[in-house]
């Protein structure tokens, strides 16, 4: 998607961009076409890059202006590498300044990173706001190219229509309590939200997996807080434990070999393999929603799903993360 976006930017609007300025002067001149690519692609595709990534890059002329350059001049003498490799003394030379050459993109691009405010990190956006975006962005540029006012007013319209739709969601998100439990493979992961705060249980693999938790948990972060990190955090115990919120209480079961079970209003049920006949009567008898974790297995997973109602069984693996406004 960013690839085939990015060529139809620079392939279709650079060229306009580009003729917006002219510049005399030669490496003035190359410096304006290198950066109004980087312009291009990055008006292509950046509604995507915050979909995705949660993030902008606000320098993202700069490394261009080093990454251009050097891949051609890697490109080309790779290719010279390549068909004069035979020589001794001149595969070497050849070698030594590709080496030279990949050494300085890396540094040049790790520079970039590094300088105060490079990125606009935990950015999140819905997939039905990526349209939007596009919409505004096909607009506006239409307005531009074919210089209709119309087309513009369509463009403000629009861009005021989402940041209406923002500030009610924020207005929203504010008002909400939330439980959250997501669906992490082998691991436990629960979020209380309570309007731009949140309370992360989890166990203390995950807390301390940065990359797990940016795949499965810091997305509902960056919508619910605008934060990369929680409010506060705790670990999940590995036995049984009880999780009172608001009104509500939640059941963490690890160990089904218990003489009763709690009378509570959700079951959350971890890495099991086996229930005994008495734990299944006593959960069918009381009005329990059941969420089924990761870790069960595929039998047990299969019999709740045929012996309860399913109304009362939630299946993280099947159905995703659970959710409850309280």
């Not at 590094?114 to 999140?124: A, H, M, R």
């Not at 059941?290 to 012996?307: C, E, K, M, P, W």
Request: charged share 15%; proline share 4%; hydrophobic share 50%.
């Amino acid at each position: 998607q960013l690839s085939y976006l990015a060529v139809f930017g620079i392939v279709y609007l650079q060229p306009k961009i580009y003729n917006l300025i002219y510049i005399k002067y030669y490496l003035g001149d190359k410096i304006w076409q290198i950066s109004s690519v980087s312009i291009a692609a990055q008006f292509a595709t950046f509604p995507l890059g915050l979909y995705y990534f949660h993030q902008f890059p606000n320098f993202f002329m700069l490394p261009n202006l080093i990454v251009i350059p050097l891949a051609f001049a890697i490109l080309l003498v790779g290719l010279l590498y390549l068909v004069l490799s035979w020589l001794p003394y001149v595969q070497e030379l050849l070698f030594f300044i590709l080496d030279l050459l990949i050494s300085v993109l890396n540094k040049g691009v790790k520079w970039v990173e590094s300088l105060p405010y490079s990125i606009y990190w935990g950015v999140s956006i819905e997939w039905y706001e990526v349209f939007w975006l596009y919409l505004i962005l096909i607009l506006g540029s239409a307005a531009f190219i074919l210089r209709k006012s119309r087309l513009f007013i369509f463009t403000l319209v629009g861009v005021f229509l989402l940041l209406l739709y923002n500030v009610g969601e924020n207005i929203l998100l504010n008002r909400t309590r939330q439980l959250v439990i997501y669906n992490v493979n082998n691991e436990v992961a629960i979020d209380l939200f309570s309007g731009r705060s949140n309370h992360f249980m989890a166990t203390e693999r995950l807390i301390n997996d940065d990359e797990k938790l940016l795949f499965h948990v810091k997305h509902n972060w960056f919508y619910r807080m605008g934060a990369e990190q929680p409010s506060a955090s705790s670990v999940v115990p590995d036995g049984n434990s009880m999780l009172q919120f608001d009104k509500q209480t939640l059941w963490l079961c690890s160990d089904p070999y218990v003489d009763s079970i709690p009378n509570v209003d959700y079951t959350y049920l971890r890495t099991i393999d086996y229930f005994p006949t008495q734990f299944i009567k006593q959960l069918r008898q009381t009005k329990t929603v059941v969420i089924l974790g990761d870790g069960i297995g595929y039998n047990a997973r299969t019999f709740f799903s045929d012996q309860f109602d399913k109304s009362r069984i939630h299946d993280l693996k099947a159905d995703g993360a659970f959710t409850f406004v309280y």
